[in-house]
């Protein structure tokens, strides 16, 4: 294996015409620069300099690898100086996926923040729902995934326990009520009291678990309407057309128009994180991004 050290000390010696002056131009001792040359001479297996008297020659072999040794010793100091800049956030890339309410309300004050500090760096953003956005986290699709799940829900600890998680915040769900239902004055609602409602549903994790909580309360919620787009869940609640649940960070990223939201009981609560992988959390980009997302998430 050549090593860039050696090939440092050829192009010396071949500039210089001596192991002397080589050594005094690189600084260090005569001895060293030989022990290097008879190293590299080992390395790709025939000589490459040829003394003669207090003269020192190229072999043919030697005057190729001169010629390749620019080339790779300024690709290795290009790519010297790329990492570094990596490593000192003077550049470096960020592959960030969200849900759609992680998307309004959290990160375009993480990513403002994080360009101020570190205008270098850049961040893509891409929306999924999870688990779709683990999914692809681990597929090495996306570098830190927002993602939220709900107390209690079956998969528990181990969904995540390959993963470095990051809290952010505790989302408490709200319903919503049309402005003009029986119930929209209401300081807090019970869910059975919503028994006999049209239901609008979001995002399949949500109704899997707007069943849950419902069937909990003693009844199975008769779901006519059923959609990821959150403004699109507020409009149809606005509209008349059912009632709702919706975590807080969703409708304080909507204009709730011709919309009541009251507390419901018993109270739902999901955890929201940033995830990404054990070894991606070391890379100084992906880690910045995860502190100016704990700090969006504190304000």
């Known amino acids: 294996m050549i090593e860039a050290r050696h090939l440092r000390v050829l192009r010396a010696v071949a500039a210089t015409g ?27 297996g025939t000589p490459l300099l ?14 190729v690898l001169v010629r390749h040794a620019a080339g790779i010793l300024g690709g290795l100091t290009a790519a ?44 893509s953003l891409v929306e999924a729902e999870p688990p779709r ?13 927002l993602a939220f799940r709900y107390a209690g829900a ?14 952010l915040l505790t989302d ?10 029986r119930l929209a004055g209401a300081e807090r609602v019970g869910m059975a009291e919503l ?33 990821d787009d959150y403004p699109a869940v507020v409009g149809l609640v606005g509209a008349g057309l059912g009632v709702a649940v ?13 919309v009541s939201t009251v507390a419901v009981d018993p109270a739902v609560e999901r955890e929201v994180v940033a995830l990404t992988l054990p070894d991606l959390a070391r890379v100084p980009a992906v880690s910045a991004t995860l502190a100016e997302l704990e700090r969006a998430a504190a304000r």
């Open 172 to 181: 408490r769900l709200v319903g919503l009520l049309p402005e003009g239902h």
């Open 195 to 227: 028994a006999g409602e049209p239901w609008i549903a979001g995002c399949p994790r949500c109704r899997r678990h707007l069943v849950d909580v419902c069937e909990s309360a003693g009844f199975t919620p008769g779901i006519d309407f059923a959609t």
């Open 154 to 167: 079956a998969a528990g600890e181990s969904e995540w326990e390959d993963l470095v998680v990051r809290p």
């Open 80 to 123: 010297e100086e790329e990492v570094a800049a990596i490593a000192g956030l003077r550049a470096g890339r960020v592959r960030l996926v969200s849900f759609p309410s992680g998307s309004s309300a959290l990160v375009p004050t993480a990513l403002a923040a994080l360009r101020a500090k570190h205008p270098g760096t850049r961040v």
């Open 246 to 258: 919706l975590p807080e960070l969703a409708v304080e990223s909507v204009r709730a128009k011709g």
């Open 18 to 44: 001596s192991f002397s002056a080589a050594a005094r131009e690189l600084g260090c001792t005569q001895p060293a620069v030989s022990q290097q040359m008879k190293a590299l001479e080992q390395s790709v």
């Open 133 to 145: 956005s683990v999914e692809m986290l681990r597929e090495g699709d996306c570098d830190v995934a």
């Open 50 to 63: 040829v003394r003669a008297g207090r003269e020192t020659r190229l072999t043919e072999a030697g005057e």
